[in-house]
């Protein structure tokens, strides 16, 4: 979509990253800010403001005149998307009976796990042969849908919330260090934000211990099933978009498909994506540190053998998408293992903030699983809950010879097994068992 708003609207070319760099920024370090608000102020409250924010932005975007209108609008649109991710799923933990919360959850996370994949395709198919606002338009009735829907809610809210306001020390402290966090991620070299990240999160850790009733209770990083999960979560989110970008660039540069036939050729690992969400639903809390070693083991395993049919011309084509889908099938249970997990490990009343950190943590560190696949042409990415297409995934194909070299998933599989390893170290431990809910207050 990049190449036609680059080629439609007036502004500098440095601009054009912003639109997907904006909303990226924007949601990701607002999470925590927001997950807090959900607990304070009312998860369904949040959750439609949330959605009304993003209907509205979205309408801003199709209708930008210019590309700093559009990168303006694209930042309130991630800021939108930060209140709706951790309020909509402390929303759900807290409505449903406990014994089945992570059922409903996970049959949420499979559905938003399909949009995910399917969202660059259908956004660059509609780029294509209609306009790229149509994709901003497409999603004003789904805004609408969760505003209609959350309104008949129960509210829920933390009962301590009256007595305290937000901790504003925490929420700017907080929402600076992910900022500079994610802008070094994207730039490595550039440590100067590094620098900053770090002293900003120590000042984050200065006003927590100082607060009253701090933005995110320090208890919370004590919690090690938490921690395990959101950690082991990050590593198999930066798999999953390392997975989702390379085997549809190899499909297009590497085969000649279009994206239209890619998009086709990658309904099976899509599928297993989706699929992961509801099965995580029915891994029961004890049993998700475990579960996730396996998860991890088994996708780095399947990305090991993935990356045999890529980089290259030579290698079939179905065995691509064989091994691809059983990479895909892992990493989907390992995702939605990472909020379902989370969520059964942690105080309902304070459900907020965890699933704040927790979006915090997969969206800031979503881009490595591209920094980690090394040299390539670009592709089709979702970043996040964000889509990010690059010129490669919309433009016709071209011989592989005049491109870049194809992108590896070498990094991403080891990645994947030493974190297989970590985690089934804390597994053996048995620091999941009896320790958990309630541990983030305590």
């Known amino acids: 979509m990049l190449p036609v708003v680059r080629a439609e609207l007036a502004g500098p070319p440095a601009a054009v990253p912003w639109v997907v760099g904006g909303y990226l920024l924007a949601a990701g370090a607002l999470m925590p800010v927001a997950g807090r608000l959900a607990d304070l102020w009312g998860r369904r409250r949040m959750?439609?403001?949330?959605?009304?924010?993003?209907?509205?932005?979205?309408?801003?975007?199709?209708?930008?005149?210019?590309?700093?209108?559009?990168?303006?609008?694209?930042?309130?649109?991630?800021?939108?998307?930060?209140?709706i991710m951790p309020a909509g799923l402390?929303?759900?933990?807290?409505?449903?009976?406990?014994?089945?919360?992570?059922?409903?959850?996970?049959?949420?996370?499979g559905l938003a796990g399909l949009a995910t994949v399917c969202g660059p395709f259908v956004g660059g198919a509609l780029a294509q042969s209609a306009s790229w606002r149509a994709v901003f338009w497409l999603t004003v009735p789904c805004a609408a849908a969760t505003v209609w829907c959350a309104g008949r809610a129960d509210e829920s809210r933390d009962p301590a919330a009256a007595e305290h306001p937000l901790d504003v020390a925490g929420a700017v402290t907080a929402t600076g260090a992910l900022v500079?966090?994610?802008?070094?991620?994207?730039?490595?070299?550039?440590?100067?934000?590094?620098?900053?990240?770090?002293?900003?999160?120590?000042?984050?850790?200065?006003?927590?211990?100082?607060?009253?009733?701090?933005?995110?209770?320090?208890?919370?990083f004590r919690?090690?099933?938490?921690?395990?999960?959101?950690?082991?979560?990050?590593?198999?989110?930066?798999?999953?978009?390392?997975?989702?970008?390379?085997?549809?660039?190899?499909?297009?540069?590497?085969?000649?498909?279009?994206?239209?036939?890619?998009?086709?050729?990658?309904?099976?690992?899509?599928?297993?994506?989706?699929?992961?969400?509801?099965?995580?639903?029915?891994?029961?809390?004890?049993?998700?540190?475990?579960?996730m070693a396996l998860c991890l083991a088994a996708a780095g395993g399947a990305l090991w053998a993935t990356r045999a049919f890529t980089g290259t011309l030579t290698g079939a084509v179905?065995?691509?998408?064989?091994?691809?889908?059983?990479?895909?099938?892992?990493?989907g249970v390992a995702g939605g293992l990472t909020l379902t997990g989370t969520q059964a490990v942690v105080r309902r009343e304070r459900a907020g903030e965890a699933s704040g950190v927790t979006k915090a943590v997969l969206t800031v560190t979503a881009g490595l699983g591209l920094a980690l696949t090394g040299p390539g042409g670009g592709g089709a990415v979702p970043v996040g809950g964000g889509a990010v297409s690059s010129d490669a995934s919309l433009a016709p194909s071209a011989p592989l010879a005049s491109l870049a070299p194809l992108p590896s998933l070498v990094v991403p599989a080891v990645g994947c097994l030493v974190g297989a390893v970590l985690v089934a170290l804390v597994a053996i431990r048995g620091g999941w068992e009896g320790r958990g809910r309630g541990s983030a207050g305590e």
Do not use: I, K
Not at 91 to 106: F, H, I, K, Y
Not at 319 to 330: C, Y
């Open 47 to 83: 959750l439609v403001v949330g959605a009304a924010v993003f209907g509205v932005s979205a309408v801003l975007c199709a209708l930008a005149p210019s590309l700093p209108f559009l990168v303006a609008a694209r930042v309130a649109q991630g800021a939108g998307g930060a209140l």
């Open 90 to 109: 402390a929303l759900l933990t807290n409505a449903c009976p406990p014994g089945e919360t992570r059922r409903a959850t996970g049959r949420a996370l």
């Open 180 to 220: 500079c966090l994610a802008w070094w991620l994207e730039h490595v070299g550039a440590w100067g934000w590094a620098v900053g990240a770090a002293l900003l999160g120590a000042l984050f850790v200065r006003a927590e211990r100082r607060a009253s009733a701090p933005l995110v209770d320090l208890a919370l």
């Open 223 to 291: 919690n090690l099933p938490y921690v395990t999960l959101t950690a082991a979560g990050a590593v198999a989110n930066a798999a999953t978009v390392a997975l989702l970008y390379v085997v549809p660039l190899t499909l297009q540069q590497g085969r000649g498909w279009t994206v239209g036939e890619a998009g086709l050729g990658f309904l099976a690992p899509a599928a297993a994506l989706a699929v992961g969400g509801p099965v995580a639903g029915r891994v029961r809390p004890g049993a998700g540190v475990p579960v």
């Open 318 to 331: 179905a065995g691509l998408l064989v091994a691809s889908t059983g990479a895909a099938t892992a990493l």
